[in-house]
């Protein structure tokens, strides 16, 4: 994958940096990012849209991953930038990402989270519901503010991937039902307010989708609606966002479209609708997180307890697991893996590779293909962990969250240092009085 090689020692190297040296410099469990293949995932994007007659704009989900390193890269590359709490546009900001180009998202935004966002003076709210369009009304009234902002809608596409990760149902917490009347309403309520701007519809039907023919029924079913709108309200269409979701190679069963047929289908079909309505194009907006990062992303581990119960299961255990990713216990999730200091040896056994939770369904991956030779101290990596695996990281047992290298052409550079047991104590305070005394 990516810039993965191995050297004359039969070291796994990654943007030509041996990962045996990266454990022995920063420790484990390590993230390492390679960051010539986001890069390559960035252009692939960008290459689908600029052949298309279409005006396009590619924002990061940045929830797949979210650090002030990995938004300036997002930047540099000229990409614009969705983010879903006060947090991650914290993150942003800080980042010096430019606000124009930030999309905000998420179906309880706070009083203090809008009102930031409105101080920073983003470009584009997408906005959930209508306590949201309400309170969103109210603020920018007050401070005499305008604010662009995109409807989410839930078109009612069962987009086929795991049932946690499925949003574009009916049922669903996310954004106005497009067939109940709902997202209707919102739009009547945009074109009263003198504070919104209503520039287009969004909808998100999945993540990990395989199958770019969900795409285009979430677009079929939105110019069904929207051709009575605009005649209606004078509703224009100026951006259409049909957000992310699209799918990864995490194991062999695994198959992905590539990033270009999803970009065609979509444009195709935005295309095809608007000649039909003879109406102009609107900007496509997609979001993709997963397919710019998670590809990049490998953790490494040291291997550590070994138990073998004849007949049934050899366990290797590792100095993470699901504090460090939580996907494989949360969706069973399938990753792939292999003893990087020994990347030449037969993966001539099988495995299951335990992390160090107390939980027994705290398993990274169940039976891999490992070297018989694989011993204590070795180094595991596990691929494709770059997308929702440290930003879902978490204190369970209190461990330590890793730290994070990007690695290119042949030189490393921490990006997030590792936590200290210091780190994990840090915002307690100890007790004064016991409430037994
Ligand atoms: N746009 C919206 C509105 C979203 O809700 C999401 C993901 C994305 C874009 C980006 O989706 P992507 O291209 O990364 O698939 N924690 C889960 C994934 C949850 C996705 C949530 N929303 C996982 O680890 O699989």
């Given at each position: ?43 692939e994007f960008?290459?689908a849209f600029?052949r298309r007659e279409v005006p396009w704009q590619v924002a990061?989900a ?88 995109l409807l989410r809608t839930t078109p009612g596409v069962e987009a086929h991937t795991?049932?946690?990760i499925m949003t574009g149902q009916e049922?669903s917490?996310f954004g106005f039902n497009l067939n109940?009347?709902?997202l ?16 287009g519809l969004h909808c998100h039907i999945g993540s990990q989708i395989f199958n770019d023919k969900s795409f285009a029924q979430a677009i079929n079913k939105m110019f069904q609606k929207f051709d009575k709108w605009r ?6 269409l100026n951006v259409l966002n049909v957000g992310g979701g699209f799918g990864i ?5 695994d198959e992905p479209l590539m990033i270009e047929k999803f970009v065609d289908t979509i444009v195709d079909t935005v295309i095809e609708e608007c000649n039909r309505l003879s109406m102009a194009y609107p900007e496509i907006w997609v979001e993709p997180g997963r397919i ?146």
């Amino acid at each position: 994958r990516g810039t993965q090689e191995v050297n004359e020692n039969g070291h796994l190297t990654i943007g030509g940096v041996d990962t045996v040296k990266l454990v022995r410099e920063y420790g484990s469990p390590l993230y390492v990012y390679d960051i010539a293949l986001i890069k390559e995932k960035v252009a692939e994007f960008k290459k689908a849209f600029s052949r298309r007659e279409v005006p396009w704009q590619v924002a990061y989900a940045s929830k797949a991953f979210s650090s002030i390193a990995m938004i300036q890269l997002i930047n540099e590359l000229d990409l614009s930038l969705d983010v879903v709490s006060g947090g991650e546009l914290y993150t942003a900001v800080k980042a010096g990402f430019p606000p124009e180009r930030i999309h905000f998202h998420g179906n309880n935004k706070t009083p203090d989270e809008l009102k930031l966002a409105l101080d920073e003076k983003i470009g584009t709210i997408i906005v959930d519901n209508f306590y949201e369009l309400t309170l969103l009304d109210q603020l920018c009234a007050e401070r005499h503010q305008t604010i662009d902002v995109l409807l989410r809608t839930t078109p009612g596409v069962e987009a086929h991937t795991h049932t946690y990760i499925m949003t574009g149902q009916e049922d669903s917490k996310f954004g106005f039902n497009l067939n109940n009347g709902s997202l209707e309403e919102a739009i009547q309520m945009t074109s009263d307010s003198p504070n919104i701007v209503l520039k287009g519809l969004h909808c998100h039907i999945g993540s990990q989708i395989f199958n770019d023919k969900s795409f285009a029924q979430a677009i079929n079913k939105m110019f069904q609606k929207f051709d009575k709108w605009r005649k209606q309200y004078g509703f224009q269409l100026n951006v259409l966002n049909v957000g992310g979701g699209f799918g990864i190679k995490y194991s062999e069963e695994d198959e992905p479209l590539m990033i270009e047929k999803f970009v065609d289908t979509i444009v195709d079909t935005v295309i095809e609708e608007c000649n039909r309505l003879s109406m102009a194009y609107p900007e496509i907006w997609v979001e993709p997180g997963r397919i710019l990062v998670g590809e990049a992303g490998t953790t490494l581990y040291t291997i550590g307890a070994f138990k073998d119960i004849p007949q049934t299961r050899k366990y290797i255990s590792v100095d993470g697991g699901m504090t460090d990713n939580l996907r494989p216990a949360l969706y069973q999730a399938k990753y792939e893996c292999m003893v990087a200091n020994k990347a030449l040896a037969p993966a001539d056994d099988t495995v299951t590779v335990a992390g160090k939770c107390c939980e027994s369904g705290d398993i990274l991956i169940w039976d891999a293909k490992l070297p018989k030779v694989t011993e204590p101290n070795d180094i595991l990596a596990v691929f494709c962990t770059g997308a929702y695996g440290y930003a879902m990281a978490n204190h369970y047992n209190r461990i330590p969250k890793p730290a994070v290298v990007f690695v290119e052409n042949g030189s490393a550079q921490l990006v997030i240092q590792r936590e200290t047991y210091e780190d994990l104590i840090k915002h307690e305070l100890p007790l004064i009085q016991s409430v037994l005394v």
